[in-house]
Nanobody
């Protein structure tokens, strides 16, 4: 089973950008679909983006409507890392961001589809 560690969070002004990274260790990273979720204070954890597994492109990607066109998920299997590039950030994007790994053959967009979770990284967008 993989272990996951997120990094790249921080404080940014509205309209700015951040890139989150999720480094994996353990078993074969390429065999896992990967997802990003977020949880704002007082709210439930929600889906942000996901990317299919596989040895190489093309990868299939999925996004929540709230981030479509602003966020981009990508992966580098050689580095065992998945990224979330976040542009045009808004105050409502403020949350703890979690990456997750799924051993399923499809690409889950719900939490229940993921087997392994990272510890999260805080993203704060100031207005």
């Amino acid at each position: 089973q993989v272990q996951l560690a997120e990094s790249g969070g921080g404080v940014v002004q509205a309209g700015g950008s951040l890139r989150l990274s999720c480094a994996a260790s353990g078993r074969t990273f390429s065999s896992y679909a990967m997802g990003w979720f977020r949880q704002a204070p007082g709210k439930e954890r929600e889906f942000v983006a996901a990317i299919s597994r596989g040895p190489g492109s093309p990868y299939y990607t999925y996004y929540a409507d709230s981030v479509k066109g602003r966020f981009t998920i990508s992966r580098d299997n050689a580095k065992m890392t998945v990224y979330l590039q976040m542009n045009s950030l808004k105050p409502e994007d403020t949350a703890v961001y979690f990456c997750a790994a799924s051993s399923r053959s499809d690409v889950p967009v719900k939490m229940v589809g993921y087997d392994v979770w990272g510890q999260g990284t805080q993203v704060t967008v100031s207005s």
